[in-house]
């Protein structure tokens, strides 16, 4: 199959994900650039940033867009000028591909805000198919204690939690409230309470909140209630804009809110004596860079963390984003090649 067609998921027409914007169709199996890695898709995590591209809550970048962009494959191939990597190694596939390398941010290591940053499953085809490509310099290398489907949630719902939680300023042994409870939410909860913090979830689905106790959470509550104590920091990883205040106004004096999503609805006016004096701090969180990359798979790896999953064959991508939206499940679903 490598050198002729697959099946592969492909954005048809953005639009609402019940009316078939996403089709399984036939597409060349992709050829890697001189400086890119050919990667046979073992499993590929579902992001909601997946049914954003899907529903057209993110602009156009690539018609025809396969999505899916927290990989685990293995090489299958590379480029003239790759160095360093073997046919068959395990490796990684997450969503920032590629960056200029040479503009001001690139430069003080913040290459998350590179103008020229493209992203896998946005800008080029990803990993809901049998085969896709990544530049080599932007694999990951995986543990190897970790099996394929527990790892692939890590690649992007994981590292992006852990930039948010870097980004929230959490003291040490602070009180953190995560509002939301998906993906991303539950990986960054068990990093945030092995390293000593008190964790809070606020988030509306029943099954999250059993989840976030079982996992260890101090308390469960529904999204728009108050948590128990006041926060020192404060993630929304639900893309709900009406949040922003209620989050704000649980944070206790000098606390930190860091808004993870790549896509928020609108927040509403704020109320400067109630959200923001007391030297409240919003901020938002910008994709990732490496190095945020590396050091989660490092404390993954420490800590045991434990991605719960659900596992979907690939033929039904476009049910488990169904399933996404309609919060049917919580933790992480993940594509497992059933078409190849
Ligand atoms: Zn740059
Ligand atoms: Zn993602």
């Known amino acids: ?15 609402p994900v019940e009316s078939g914007s996403l089709r399984l169709v036939e597409k060349p199996v992709p050829v890697p650039d001189d400086d890119e890695l050919l990667v046979r898709v073992r499993a590929c995590g579902v992001c909601r940033t997946d049914l954003h591209v899907t529903e057209g809550d ?26 360093g990597f073997d046919v068959g190694e395990r490796v990684g596939v997450a969503w920032l591909r590629r960056t200029d390398g040479t503009c001001a941010y690139c430069a003080r290591g913040a290459e998350n805000l590179c103008p020229a940053s493209r992203y896998t499953g946005w800008d080029a085809d990803g990993g809901y198919a049998p085969y896709t490509t990544v530049p080599a310099a932007f694999a990951y290398r995986l543990p190897g204690d970790l099996d394929d489907v527990t790892l692939a949630p890590l690649l992007c719902a994981g590292i992006i939690g852990h930039r948010a939680l870097r980004r929230a300023a959490l003291p040490a042994g602070g009180r953190l409230g995560l509002y939301g409870f998906g993906g991303s ?6 990093v945030a309470m092995a390293e000593g913090a008190v964790v809070h979830v606020l988030t509306r689905g029943a099954a999250a909140r059993k989840l976030a106790l079982e996992l260890g959470a101090a308390s469960a509550r529904d999204a728009t209630e108050m948590p128990p104590e006041p926060l020192d920091s404060a993630i929304l990883f639900a893309p709900v804009g009406e949040l922003v205040p209620v989050a704000l106004r649980a944070l206790d004096r000098g606390g930190t809110l860091a808004i993870a999503g790549i896509h928020l609805s609108d927040v509403p006016a704020l109320r400067y004596q109630t959200d923001l004096f007391y030297e409240k701090q919003l901020r938002s969180v910008t994709s990732n860079t490496r190095e945020d990359g590396r050091e989660f798979l490092a404390l993954a790896a420490e800590h045991a963390v434990h991605a719960t999953t659900h596992p979907y064959p690939l033929s039904r991508a476009d049910e488990a984003l169904r399933d996404l939206k309609a919060g049917r499940f919580d933790g992480a679903a993940v594509l497992v090649d059933d078409l190849s």
Do not use: K, N, Y
């Open 58 to 83: 993110l602009p156009v970048h690539r018609p025809g867009v396969t999505p899916g962009h927290e990989v685990v494959g293995v090489v299958a191939g590379f480029g003239r000028a790759v160095r």
């Open 185 to 190: 939410a539950h990986l960054c909860a068990q």
């Open 1 to 15: 199959m490598a050198d002729g067609t697959m099946p592969a998921w492909s954005v048809i027409e953005p639009g």
